[in-house]
């Protein structure tokens, strides 16, 4: 696929968190899910959220939505903090979650309808979005009939619609092949680039993570917790031949090793 020129676009939002936790009640009492969590992102950038399972990935993404309440600290997004039905934030899953009595286009529509939202310029934005992500020949086509990575380019469409600035994207590519897992992250990565989105990225791939961003952040567990935050200097935009570089091999190793130690119950 090859990217298309940008659709009108809303730039990326700034995202801030301060001290933020987050614990959940058990039937054997409270868990401390996330604690003392503090990241600036800045408007535009692309981050990966690593780490272990349980580490708390995935209710971070939640929080920043405004899905799901936390106990303490300060979040925001924007000039706001997180509520549920913001506009400005698109929501991708693991899975695509699409619509199997709706055809490609009608998917990327959902949005619109759900708002409550019509006229031409939804047609319009549509068809841009679907010309932006390689699929205006299957706009027709029945969401079963498509790949799983053209199933997840619908979804991405989708999560543009209502052109947020914020991109959250949970675990996208898993369900992929290497193959064409690989394939698509430098594709999401050129988009980033070129529509300006601030994007976050729940991964527990390194090489993904080191791949399409510009910061990883390191999880550790038990509870979760920021264990390193590591730069990531490739040039953009990124290309498949980047995995066998050596400075690839070393920002994955930089990584890797955050992770250790957040294995090993320490924090940086």
Not at 116 to 121: C, K, L, V
Not at 152 to 166: F, K, M, S, T
Not at 194 to 211: F, M, N, P, Q, Y
Request: charged content about 20%; overall charge negative; hydrophobic content about 45%.
């Amino acid at each position: 696929m090859t990217i298309a020129p940008a659709v009108p676009t809303t730039k990326g939002e700034a995202i801030s968190l301060v001290s933020v936790g987050k614990t959940y009640q058990t039937a054997t009492g409270a868990l401390p899910a996330l604690v003392d969590i503090n990241f600036e992102i800045r408007a535009g950038e692309f981050v990966a959220l690593v780490g272990p399972s349980g580490c708390g990935k995935s209710t971070l993404l939640k929080i920043i939505a405004g899905l799901i309440p936390y106990e303490s600290g300060v979040v925001s997004v924007g000039d706001a903090k997180p509520k549920e039905g913001r506009r400005d934030i698109g929501f991708m899953l693991q899975q695509s979650v699409l619509m199997p009595w709706l055809d490609v286009k009608e998917n990327v529509a959902l949005p619109f309808r759900i708002a409550r939202e019509s006229g031409p310029h939804v047609s319009d934005r549509v068809d841009e979005l679907l010309d932006l992500v390689g699929l205006s020949h299957a706009a027709s086509m029945r969401t079963w009939e498509l790949s799983g990575g053209m199933q997840q380019r619908v979804a991405l469409a989708r999560a543009l619609a209502l052109d947020p600035g914020v991109m959250l994207m949970d675990e996208p590519f898993s369900a992929l092949d290497e193959f064409k897992r690989e394939h698509l992250n430098i594709e999401v990565a050129h988009m980033a680039d070129t529509i300006g989105k601030t994007t976050i990225l729940v991964t527990h791939s390194i090489s993904e993570a080191v791949l399409m961003s510009d910061r990883v952040i390191a999880l550790g567990v038990n509870p979760g917790r920021v264990v390193g935050d590591i730069a990531i200097d490739l040039e953009r935009p990124r290309v498949s031949e980047m995995v066998s570089s050596s400075r690839f091999q070393e920002l994955s190793n930089e990584v890797r090793d955050a992770l250790a130690i957040g294995m090993n119950g320490e924090a940086e």
